[in-house]
């Protein structure tokens, strides 16, 4: 079996080496398009996959074709490569925003799968949340599957809205945290700790945290007064995040990636007729 990526950025190029690294595809059952040449020569020569800057080229190699390309450009790849697409293959996803009723459209094809992976994906330990139209046979899900799990975890749901919103949540997820990553080492530089220890400090203490949630099955809420002791320095900490409105902010936030995400679909459903 081969599989083929149309557009090998950031995302695209994190699947690639978790499939390997899983042993699901051989680097020569793998092709990867571009659009400069410089680029697919690049990574031709560091995971030793076949690259072409020809999107067509990529289409006929694939009995899976993925479309990694940003949401912008859907539009203009799809004209370029439907006439190439064959019946018995299976479309992958992952672009944000473009539905399984857009996909189907442009590109004159039923069998598709969309995918809202999230760059942790990178080093395996993605989250990734995907549906798959009802000509996706039961061994195509299995395999589909199968390359989603070499990237961290996956979650599959009947409704394609929960693609949507799982690009607000876990798709941009990684950047909520970052940021949180970020502030908190700046706070700890700020008291005077050197921004590698403020690092280490604040990066244990997260991933302590949340593999304690998770292996305790406790609420947060329950978790958060284990460590809110009477009359002590937690207690004032929580009073100022709640008072400059932290889980307002991010809900919001969350809800504003959301909307974007409806926005882009929208936008996406319009063009093309
Ligand atoms: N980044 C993320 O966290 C996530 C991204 N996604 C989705 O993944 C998709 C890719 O995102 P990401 O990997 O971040 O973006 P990148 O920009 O890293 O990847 C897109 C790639 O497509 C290439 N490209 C541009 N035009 C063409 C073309 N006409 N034909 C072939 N290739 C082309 C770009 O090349 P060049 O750089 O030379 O322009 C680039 O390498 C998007 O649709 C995004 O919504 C989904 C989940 C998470
Ligand atoms: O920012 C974006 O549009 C993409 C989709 C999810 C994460 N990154």
């Not at 080496?17 to 092709?31: E, L, T």
């Not at 439907?82 to 299976?90: E, G, M």
């Not at 609420?219 to 400059?244: I, Q």
């Not at 974007?260 to 063009?271: A, H, Q, S, V």
Request: include cysteine; hydrophobic fraction near 40%; glycine fraction near 8%.
């Amino acid at each position: 079996m081969k599989i083929s990526f149309i557009g090998t950025g950031t995302m695209a190029t994190a699947m690639i080496k978790s499939i390997i690294d899983a042993g699901i595809f051989a680097p020569s059952d793998i092709m990867g398009s571009f659009h400069r040449e410089k680029k697919a020569l690049e990574v031709r020569d560091t995971l030793h996959i076949n690259t072409t800057i020809s999107n067509s080229e990529a289409v006929k190699f694939g009995d899976i074709v993925v479309l990694s390309v940003k949401p912008q450009i859907f539009e203009s790849v799809a004209n370029e490569i439907k006439d190439y697409i064959r019946d018995s293959q299976l479309i992958i996803s992952i672009m944000a925003g473009i539905d399984v009723e857009t996909l189907q459209r442009n590109l004159l094809h039923k069998k598709v799968v969309r995918c809202m992976p999230n760059t942790p994906a990178q080093i395996r330990q993605g989250m990734t949340v995907w549906t798959a139209t009802k000509e996706v046979e039961d061994t195509e899900k299995n395999i589909v599957k199968q390359i989603l799990s070499s990237m961290g975890s996956e979650m599959y749901v009947e409704d394609e809205v929960y693609v949507d919103m799982a690009t607000a949540l876990s798709g941009t997820g990684p950047a909520y945290v970052f940021l949180f990553l970020e502030s908190l080492v700046n706070a700890g530089v700020h008291l005077g700790f050197s921004r590698r220890d403020a690092m280490e400090l604040v990066y244990k203490t997260t991933l302590g945290s949340v593999l304690f949630a998770m292996q305790s099955g406790k609420h947060t809420a329950e978790l958060r007064d284990m460590v809110t002791s009477p009359g002590g320095t937690t207690a004032d900490a929580l009073y100022e995040l709640e008072k400059g409105g932290f889980r307002t902010v991010l809900e919001k936030a969350v809800y504003s990636a959301y909307k974007r995400t409806l926005y882009l679909k929208e936008l996406n459903k319009k063009k093309g007729g």
